[in-house]
Structure formats: structure tokens, C-alpha cells
């Protein structure tokens, strides 16, 4: 089944301890996304990835970093979290380029301390 | 990309058609018309896509204006677990950016 994966489901940490929020797709897909979802701020992009060894920021990477060793997983690093990263975070993955739609996981929620 | 305007929210009663409605009137002639919805949290779901012509999928149909600057959604027979945020998104031909509003609220009475 083509699917995005993520892990953890539920996270609930301190500010200042360091996390990693797992995501993996099985579909072969080049590009790969992180999004973060707020009340009354819609869903916003973190850093998105075009292919392997190749990453960008998005719209709101502050705090955040990425890498994309393998094709298939795209991990979102939090070093030193802090209360205003408490959020829904999706991943999301498709072809490049359109008409390719994107398939996003089932989210991430993160409540820091 | 081209912005794009959805009304709040519409009700609608289960089993008839759900028509949501999408303005982008600045869209260009490379982007393509992009609907997704969420439903209660979970991750966006994709519906439906089109550049000109009018399309249909097993979720939805999509009609395209002429001009391209509005679009509708139609959910020909809504249930109750259509009621979920739907947006609609352009997006241009070579790019992978969704940039999501606010959407469209959809809830389905019985």
C-alpha cells in the first residue's frame, strides 16, 4: 500500500531536549515536505526536499532542520525545541513536478514544555 | 502562484450534490487547480486536479470556467464523512508548493 509514514504519532517533551520526527515513504518518491498546521495559521511549510542530498527551506524553518540521506526518509530535527514549536506536523511526498499529486501522513503532535 | 478565495463555510444535507465554490481570478495559464481535504486533523487528503477541461474521479467532479479564474468542486452525493476542510489550491506546472488557506468548512447534515 503507497503510504507516509511518520513517528512519532504523539510527542510530549521539555523545551531544550533534542527530537527527531521520522518520516518515510514507500512510493519512490523525489520530492518530500515537512508542514507544521496551527489554529487560524493554516497549514505552512517547513523545508522540503527535491531529491536526495537536496534540501530547501520553506516558509517558517526557524528551529528546524532536515536531511535526506535516502530517497525514502526525510527526518524533521528539532535541536532545541521550544514552546512555539507545539504543533501539528504533516509530511508529504510526490513526483516532481505536476500533475502529481501529494500524499501527506497522518501527522505528528508535538506539545513542548 | 495564483491566490485563491473559498467561502468559510457551507452545509449540506447528506445524499445531495456538494457544489464548493474557488476564485482565482489572478491564475496563470500554467497552473494547474489543485483540491485537497482534511478531514478532522488528519492528514490532507488529495481529491482532484485540473488545468482546463472539466474532470472527474471516483471522489469528485471539477468544473473549470472558461476563463479559468473560479472553479467548483462537486461531491455528487455527500455523506456525513465528507464533512472535512477542502481547499483549493494553484499550483504552477513545474512546481511541488501547496500553499494552503484558509479552506472551505463542509458540514454534512443528516
Known amino acids: 500500500e503507497a503510504q507516509v509514514t511518520q513517528n512519532p504519532r504523539y510527542l510530549i517533551t521539555v523545551t531544550g531536549k533534542k527530537l527527531t520526527v521520522t518520516c518515510s515513504q514507500n512510493?519512490?518518491?523525489?520530492?518530500m515536505s515537512w508542514y507544521r498546521q496551527d489554529p487560524g495559521l493554516g497549514l505552512r511549510q517547513i523545508y522540503y526536499?527535491?531529491?536526495?542530498?537536496?534540501?530547501d527551506k520553506g516558509d517558517v524553518p526557524e528551529g528546524y532542520k532536515v536531511s535526506r540521506k535516502e530517497k525514502r526518509n526525510f527526518p524533521l530535527i528539532l535541536e532545541s525545541p521550544s514552546p512555539n514549536q507545539t504543533s501539528l506536523y504533516f509530511c508529504?511526498?510526490?513526483?516532481?513536478?505536476?500533475?502529481?499529486?501529494?500524499?501527506f501522513g497522518p501527522g505528528t503532535r508535538l506539545t513542548v514544555t | 502562484d495564483a491566490k485563491t478565495t473559498q467561502p468559510p463555510s457551507m452545509d449540506c444535507a447528506e445524499g445531495r450534490a456538494a457544489n464548493l465554490p474557488c476564485n482565482h481570478s489572478?491564475?496563470?495559464?500554467?497552473?494547474?487547480v489543485y483540491w485537497y481535504r482534511q478531514i478532522h486533523s488528519q492528514g490532507p487528503q488529495y481529491i482532484i486536479h485540473?488545468?482546463?477541461n472539466n474532470e472527474t474521479n471516483e471522489m469528485a467532479s471539477l468544473i473549470i470556467t472558461e476563463d479559468r479564474k473560479s472553479s467548483t468542486l462537486i461531491l455528487p452525493h455527500a455523506t456525513l464523512r465528507d464533512t472535512a476542510v477542502y481547499y483549493c489550491?494553484?499550483?504552477?506546472?513545474?512546481?511541488?508548493?501547496?500553499?494552503f488557506g484558509a479552506g472551505t468548512i463542509l458540514r454534512v447534515k443528516s
Open positions: 526536499s527535491m531529491n536526495v542530498e537536496v534540501t
Open positions: 489572478t491564475i496563470s495559464g500554467n497552473e494547474y
Open positions: 489550491i494553484v499550483r504552477v506546472e513545474d512546481g511541488n508548493k501547496l500553499v
Open positions: 485540473g488545468l482546463k
Open positions: 512510493m519512490n518518491h523525489e520530492y
Open positions: 508529504a511526498s510526490s513526483h516532481v513536478g505536476a500533475p502529481y499529486e501529494q500524499y
